[in-house]
């Protein structure tokens, strides 16, 4: 949004045309950086609690320099994901101060400013798993959430499992990360008292076709409080149980 477009809204706000919580939403609609390959929306923090995030896939190198330079500009936080190990070197020159973690394929900036709060609980099914498990634990942590990561405590050995249960019961939210049957999330339903979002992943033989065997497994779920993201999706699953740890309204 130019001068000019600024000036006018605030025009027609003082002729009554348009209410101030119209102009609001149209500020920030209307409010982004261009840089010709990407738009940045810088109101996304003050819209929805956290600005937004970038994806690395894809992006050539300069176009990925280019855009977290702009973010970092304006926002002190800073969540690049699926950055794989030998990018991450070029960000580390170029903006100093990130944390990459190699297994989650995430950098994040800004963490020394948090004070985490809550509990989120992620846990995986296997070691496999844990590129998905670690990028769901440095998503929430940068949304704020205290985070604790428990590995492979599949079914295939569920006393390890149950081992935890004092930690299951203590958790605000639940990530439960799985390949293969992808069985554990409806163990762990039964278990838990807080939400679970289950997470499928890839990892499996055949018949697993990709992770679908392990959706399919927890989308047809019999145990109550227990939500699916897709396949591989981490970061989904981080997000979605920083939001329900930090309450309504951020609180």
Known sequence: MDRHELLTLLQRMKSGALSPDEAIRQVERDSFQELGFAKL?????????????????????????????????????????????????????????????????????????????????????????????????????????????????????????????????????????????????SVVGGLARAPVIAVPTSVGYGTGLGGVAALLTMLNSCAPGVTVTNIDNGFGAGYAAAIINRGPQGQ
């Open 41 to 185: 929306d810088h109101q996304r923090a003050r819209r929805l609690g956290f600005p937004e995030v970038v994806y690395a896939q894809g992006k050539t190198d300069e176009q990925l320099v280019e855009v977290c330079r702009a973010h970092l500009a304006v926002h002190p936080r800073l969540l690049v994901t699926r950055l794989a190990p030998e990018r991450a070197p070029l960000l580390a020159a170029e903006l100093p101060g990130g944390h990459y973690n190699p297994t989650a394929r995430t950098l994040s900036y800004g963490l020394a400013g948090i004070a985490p709060v809550g509990g989120v609980l992620v846990l995986c099914a296997g070691t496999a798993d844990l590129p998905v498990a670690e990028e769901a634990l440095e998503t929430a942590r940068i949304l704020g959430a205290q985070v604790e990561l428990i590995a492979d405590v599949g079914v295939a050995g569920v006393h390890r499992l149950l081992a935890h249960q004092a930690r299951i019961d203590a958790a605000r939210v639940l990530v439960v990360v799985a390949g293969m049957e992808g069985a554990l999330p």
